[in-house]
C-alpha cells in the first residue's frame, strides 16, 4: 500500500509529540540525608593522622562543596574519607558531625544541611 507524501508527513507530525520527552535532561543531586542522633557515650577515635587529597570540584564551587573526612557511626566507627557533596539547595551550609545533648543524654550528631 503506497501512502502519499502528505499522509506520511501528517503521520510523522502526529508521532513528534511521542519522541518530545526523550531528550529531556534530568539531574539528581544526591546530598546526605538529615543527621543522625546517635546516643553514644564513648567519643569515636581521634581523627586519622592522614593527608587527604582534595580532587577538582565536579562542578562550580557554589554548587558542590568539599566534606572533610571523619569518623561516621555505623553500628561502629569507620573513617569515611572526604569527597565532594552538591549542595541540596543554593546558600545550604554544612554543619559537620559533633556531640551535643539532648536533654542529660550526651548524643552525636551526624553531619546535615542547613
Known sequence: ??????????????????????????????????????????????????????TVAPGPLDTWLWIPGGWEWRGRWIWVGGHWVARPHPGAVWVGPHFGFRGQTRVWFGGSWR
Open 1 to 54: 500500500m503506497k501512502y502519499s507524501y502528505a499522509a506520511k508527513i501528517l503521520l510523522i507530525a502526529a508521532c513528534l509529540p511521542l519522541f518530545a520527552g526523550c531528550a529531556k535532561r534530568h539531574v539528581v543531586r544526591h546530598s546526605y540525608p538529615p543527621a543522625a542522633v546517635i546516643i553514644a557515650e564513648n567519643a569515636p577515635p581521634p581523627p586519622l593522622p592522614q593527608t587527604e587529597v582534595i
